[in-house]
């Protein structure tokens, strides 16, 4: 019976210390996040341990937040595409032969040292044209990437996130950084 009194108080209740992959960024401030990138509708936060990078980014009301994340880090041999929406896929940049050519293609789900949450699918709606998928609107998409895979130094990010509602009501894309020249570089310990 200590024993087990022991676990319990040694259990802190509510009080996150790492992200759980649920699409929200509310916690990564408190558990000592950093801003790694900002526009007027989203905010990049950066989170790390000893073992793993997690990455989180708001999202305009109403949106999707697609992600094409180019990472160049010392654990690569080649920069590679990280691809986010109702699937996830890799692929090396610059090798557009790599990507995945329709959404039936076994090229997706074929992902190693990282994990996001993805695009929901929502069920189907009857249109002229036949069925159509609905999608979830997301609040945030998250990452958790692995330094066994992507190694430790200093990693080169640049985002692509897409399905983003703007004030008119459109669909855009935001990147971040806006020039390929510029990559956001982040140290991972």
């Not at 998409?141 to 692509?160: V, Y």
Request: hydrophobic share 40%.
């Amino acid at each position: 019976m200590l024993v087990l009194a022991g676990l319990i108080t040694a259990t802190r209740i509510g009080a996150a210390q790492y992200p759980l992959l649920d699409g929200r960024c509310d916690e990564y401030r408190s558990i000592g996040a950093h801003v790694i990138a900002e526009s007027d509708t989203i905010s990049v936060l950066l989170f790390q341990d000893a073992d793993y990078v997690w990455l989180c980014y708001t999202l305009p009301g109403d949106s999707y937040g697609t992600l094409d994340l180019e990472v160049d880090s010392p654990g690569l041999a080649d920069p590679l595409n990280l691809h986010v929406s109702a699937q996830l896929g890799e692929w090396r940049v610059d090798h557009p032969e790599e990507v995945p050519q329709s959404a039936a293609s076994d090229r997706w789900w074929k992902v190693h040292g990282w994990w996001s949450n993805v695009v929901s699918w929502n069920g189907t709606r009857e249109t002229d044209d036949g069925p159509r998928q609905n999608f979830q609107p997301s609040e945030g998409r998250e990452l958790q990437l692995s330094k066994a895979r992507f190694g430790r130094g200093a990693w080169r990010l640049r985002f692509a996130i897409g399905s983003l509602r703007n004030a008119d009501a459109e669909m855009t894309q935001i990147v971040l950084p806006p020039r390929e020249s510029d990559p956001i570089v982040v140290e991972i310990f």
